[in-house]
C-alpha cells in the first residue's frame, strides 16, 4: 500500500497540517512533531515549508522518521531532503511513500529499478 504526505498551509507562521493518506485518499493520521523533536529539536513551533529554516528542518526529519523508522538514518540524510524536496513545497503538496524511498537509494548511490506493475 502506497501511502501519501499531503500539507496545506493554513497560516503563515505556527505548525502547519501534515496528512499521511492512503492511496484511496483516506486519511491515516496527521503527522505529529512529537516524534522528530525527540529526536532532534529543530522547531518547537512544529512543521512548515517552502524555505529552508527550522520548521522545514523539523518536517524533514519527521517524514524520514516516519519512512525509515531509523533515526540515525533520517538525521543523516534530513538537509538534503529539505534542500530537496521541503524547501520547495508550495502551499499544498503531496509526496508518497515510495517517492521517498526511491529518493532514498539514489542518495546511497543505488539506482531505482521501477515495478513493471
Known sequence: ????YCGQRISACGNQ???KIDENGHVIERLSPKRSQDVSLHSPDGFQWGYAGAGPTQLAL???LDVTKDPEEAQGFCTWFKEDYVANFKD???L???EIKDWLV???GGVVVSNPN
Do not use: Y
Open 96 to 98: 508518497s511513500d515510495q
Open 62 to 64: 519527521a517524514i524520514l
Open 1 to 4: 500500500m502506497t501511502i501519501f
Open 92 to 94: 499544498t503538496w503531496t
Open 106 to 108: 539514489r542518495q546511497k
Open 17 to 19: 497540517p501534515v496528512w
